[in-house]
């Protein structure tokens, strides 16, 4: 039974937290991507220090790790729990200015700061389960950080009623904070053996009651447009321009089908995100994403087909294409361990919380996580529109997503 005298911390870390400026870079190639993440990072190693995780600490590339002995006479499995320090490269996180909308009883919040910026009630349908919460938004200038620092912040308090309820009995807990997830490279150097958990489970989900254990597969694509380039003045039936090939096969992409902005659910799709370049050189870079993995090698031959008729109406240009594997469906992982979404599935229903169970239309450290050895489900931090200035929170859904993470732990002792 949890304790309703305890006092929560996660939104008072939550507010300092997001002070932070974490945003990670998706144009670097160090690691992690931004060294600013590794401030936040070293703040957090020292808190948990401080709290009585006697082995917490930052290692040189960013990650933290600490563990909460396990309080039990039982063998339980050692298990995880992950979130990741930085924010969305998409938006700035530096000097945000969160603001608490008490009390909320419906309609559209308008930001104070920028008030062409509205968080609006028919665009956020889980809104009208929060009548009577106290939302969190920016002032309409920077996004939040709810994603994921709502995540750090919820995993901090639990550790804290951890150690303030030493009779809560559970097994060995792991403490593990990531940087660059937000880049796609937060597994990139993490060290699982000295994590030494067996199953995890990353805090970084959106809705009260989610459990994810279903991602796209993704792959990443560069295609490469060769043209000939020479002064303007003298380039009658000598210039290939490589941006206009590549506007032209742009302009074939389909759109109908196999493009986000109509696609939803469980179909997948191809989607450029970035160009650049000019005359002699313009590369265009894709993800490519879909849940059945084999799709993805259909939808880059599709996109290959027609980057080379796009070429054929260019002689003279020429085409290159990279692929790079980035994450798989990480279900094709957690299909072999049920237990791990079995007993996060008790703890809701524990809860009286209604499960929801989604694919994510995106990918977590948990789907690389799952791969690497260390089967990965997501759950539930209320974090809401992400990378964002529409970014929100409500501050009892953090709370109900505190006990979440201490119910897990304790089913996973009662199951033992």
């Known amino acids: 039974m949890f304790d309703e005298k305890y006092q929560f911390t ?3 870390k939550f507010l300092e937290y997001v002070k932070y400026d974490t945003q990670s870079d998706d144009e670097s190639e160090s690691f992690p991507s931004t060294e600013k993440q590794k401030i936040l990072s070293a703040d957090l190693a020292k808190e948990l220090k401080e709290m009585g995780l006697e082995d917490a600490h930052m290692d040189e590339w960013g990650y933290v790790m600490a563990t909460l002995p396990s309080n039990t006479d039982k063998n339980v ?3 995880a729990f992950i979130a990741h320090v930085d924010t969305s490269p998409a938006v700035t996180g530096k000097d945000v200015n969160p603001i608490i909308n008490k009390n909320y009883q419906g309609g559209d919040i308008v930001l104070k700061n920028d008030t062409s910026r509205v968080i609006k009630a028919d665009e956020n349908p889980y809104l009208q389960e929060m009548i009577g919460y106290d939302i969190i938004t920016t002032d309409g200038t920077t996004l939040l950080g709810a994603d994921n620092k709502a995540g750090v912040a919820e995993i901090m308090d639990a550790v804290n009623y951890w150690l303030t309820h030493p009779e809560v009995k559970h097994g060995t807990v792991k403490i593990c904070f990531t940087p ?3 880049v796609g490279r937060g597994t990139e150097k993490i060290d699982l053996k000295k994590l030494g958990a067996k199953y995890a489970y990353t805090v970084d989900g959106s809705a009260r009651g989610e459990i994810e254990s279903e991602t796209f597969s993704a792959d990443a694509m560069v295609v490469n447009f060769i043209g000939k380039n020479i002064h303007p003045g003298f380039a009658k039936n000598k210039m290939v321009n490589a941006i206009k090939v590549a506007a032209a096969f742009i302009e074939s992409l389909p759109k109908e089908e196999l493009s986000p902005e ?3 659910k469980r179909e997948g799709f191809v ?15 894709f993800i490519i994403r879909d849940f059945i993995t084999s799709k993805l090698k259909d939808y880059e031959n599709i996109v290959k087909d027609l980057a080379e008729k796009a070429v054929a109406k260019f002689p003279g240009a020429k085409v290159e294409i990279e692929i790079k594997e980035q994450y798989r469906n ?74 979440n993470i201490i119910e897990i732990a304790k089913v996973w002792e009662e199951k033992a």
Request: proline share 6%.
């Open 180 to 182: 660059d997830e937000e």
């Open 330 to 403: 990480m279900k094709e992982v957690l299909d072999k361990h049920p237990q791990v979404e079995e007993y996060a599935l008790q703890a809701l229903k524990n809860l009286n919380i209604e499960p929801i169970m989604n694919p994510i239309r995106g990918g977590t450290d948990g789907s690389r996580l799952s791969f690497m050895g260390l089967p990965t489900p997501n759950i539930f931090a209320g974090e809401h529109s992400f990378h964002s200035q529409l970014e929100w929170v409500a501050v009892q859904d953090m709370e109900i997503a505190v006990k």
């Open 10 to 12: 996660c939104v008072e």
């Open 271 to 285: 989607h450029p995100w970035i160009i650049n370049g000019n005359e002699e050189l313009t590369s265009v870079k």
């Open 262 to 264: 109509t696609t939803e």
């Open 77 to 79: 499995d050692t298990i």
